[in-house]
């Protein structure tokens, strides 16, 4: 009779994920031997569930959430459709224990799938699960580690809705730091969450944002009625403008709009040089 029972539930959850009729639902739920993630593959492949109710919604609010520990540091974002859930209490436990299980799977994605949460269940079966229970689209989008190796990690939250979770965290690692420059950290950490660089430097920016920046630079001045020549000098000024604006070493110094951070860098090195090894920044939504 349970089993019974059980299969009826399956069948709701894989209804709620899908928007596929029940018969549908039953058949697939049959050929995967009762597995939810497996039937919603079947039920795509076979072209069933194209208009996927949820699956085709876009999922662009909820939290980013870091955990320091021995070993170093790692960072999360889940997203869920609407700001609503994202506040929901099963939501922020849910994704506190993500954030746990995402530290020890040191940021690798697919491994952080596959690990068993506390009820025993996988990740990526808790996630249908829970989709089913809370009636939104919720993914686990991206993942990053920082080791603890060669550097010292610092993090900032903005908009912190509890301690180490909130809408932007950003991430770096410093080398060079010792107890006189200690506190320069956390304020780089704080600089790249509010300037939002694409690149340490003008040269790790993708060639393809650059391309498609001068385009669009070298089109606006076009239609302006200048000459070629002088268009050209124009976006050219433009673009280093851009390239200077969008990494984080050329940045101007939110604290300081006399300075740039490779200033400040050098103002704090002291026995060692200070550096900034590599940095992270996650906004919830940003690009979806």
Not at 61 to 86: M, Q, R, W, Y
Not at 134 to 140: N, S
Not at 173 to 180: I, P, Y
Not at 213 to 232: D, F, L, P, Q
């Amino acid at each position: 009779m349970s089993n019974n029972k059980d299969t009826l539930e399956n069948i709701k959850k894989l209804r709620e994920i899908t928007g596929v009729g029940f018969k549908d639902c039953k058949v697939a739920l049959d050929e995967t031997k009762g597995d939810i993630e497996k039937s919603v593959e079947f039920l795509r492949k076979k072209g069933i569930a194209k208009a996927s109710k949820k699956m085709s919604r876009t999922a662009s609010e909820g939290l980013v959430l870091v955990k320091e520990d021995i070993g170093g540091i790692s960072i999360v974002e889940i997203n869920s459709e609407t700001d609503f859930v994202a506040k929901n209490k099963d939501f922020i436990n849910f994704c506190k224990e993500i954030s746990e299980l995402n530290f020890h799977a040191r940021g690798d994605l697919d491994k952080l799938n596959n690990s068993n949460m506390s009820n025993s269940l996988s990740v990526k079966d808790n996630l249908v699960n829970f989709i089913a229970k809370i009636g939104e689209k919720i993914t686990i989008r991206r993942t990053d580690f920082l080791d603890d190796k060669n550097g010292k990690n610092y993090f900032y939250v903005h908009s912190a809705i509890e301690k180490n979770i909130g809408k932007i965290i950003s991430i770096i690692k410093l080398v060079g730091v010792n107890e006189k420059n200690n506190s320069i950290g956390q304020k780089i950490a704080m600089h790249v969450t509010a300037s939002s660089p694409l690149a340490l430097s003008k040269d790790g920016i993708d060639k393809k944002i650059v391309d498609k920046e001068s385009e669009i630079i070298k089109e606006e001045i076009k239609n302006s009625g200048k000459t070629n020549e002088i268009a050209e000098k124009i976006a050219k000024g433009k673009i280093n403008k851009f390239l200077s604006d969008n990494s984080l070493l050329d940045q101007i110094w939110i604290m300081d709009p006399k300075k740039t951070v490779e200033a400040i860098l050098k103002e704090n090195s002291t026995e060692q040089e200070l550096k900034i090894l590599k940095f992270v920044r996650y906004k919830v939504g940003e690009g979806i």
